[in-house]
């Protein structure tokens, strides 16, 4: 069964300011790999692979403070995958296997109205990701590792400026 669903509490204790937890169930369909032209057929096993389903639970604030000029917005999250559904590359075709996984971090974003019409904002996460059990292999044969996912930055600082006016 893959069912997904969403809890959250909030508390705001004045009208500019909200703290939340929650807690969501994500859940993505299994499927069955095939073989690319070209490319390497999946071993029998390999073959089908599970529906990923996402236990993530987070607890946050926001904020809007001296009149609406600024918001200030940070959060913590865990995220508990059961069979994440990991790619590997096989010559020239991509095979996805299941394996555990889990993410966690913080985020924060701070937006500020400085001037009429400009508007700066600073955001930042740090996030800690690893899939389980990832199978690497190379000439001199094969190993099982933890993996941090592709494109998953450690550490992330944005900012940015934006000034608008009538023309």
């Given at each position: 069964w893959l069912f997904t669903g969403k809890a959250q509490l909030e508390y705001r204790p004045l009208d500019d300011v909200m703290f939340y937890a929650g807690y969501n169930r994500g859940a993505k369909a299994g499927s069955f790999n095939a073989p690319f032209a070209g490319?390497?057929?999946?071993?029998?096993?390999?073959?089908?692979y599970k529906a990923e389903k996402l236990d993530a639970y987070e607890v946050g604030f926001k904020t809007m403070l001296?009149?609406?000029?600024?918001?200030?917005?940070?959060?913590?999250?865990?995220?508990?995958?059961?069979?994440?559904?990991?790619?590997?590359?096989?010559?020239?075709?991509?095979?996805?296997?299941?394996?555990?996984?889990?993410?966690?971090g913080a985020e924060f974003e701070a937006k500020v109205k400085a001037l009429e019409g400009l508007d700066l904002s600073l955001g930042g996460s740090y996030i800690d990701a690893?899939?389980?059990g990832v199978v690497v292999s190379n000439s001199l044969g094969s190993a099982t590792v933890d993996r941090r996912p592709p494109f998953t930055s450690k550490w992330k600082l944005v900012g940015g400026a934006a000034y608008?006016?009538?023309l």
């Open positions: 490319g390497a057929t999946p071993a029998d096993p390999e073959v089908p001296a009149d609406k000029r600024v918001t200030f917005n940070g959060a913590a999250f865990y995220y508990d995958y059961h069979d994440f559904q990991a790619f590997k590359f096989v010559n020239f075709s991509t095979v996805v296997g299941n394996n555990p996984a889990t993410i966690k690893k899939v389980k608008s006016f009538d």
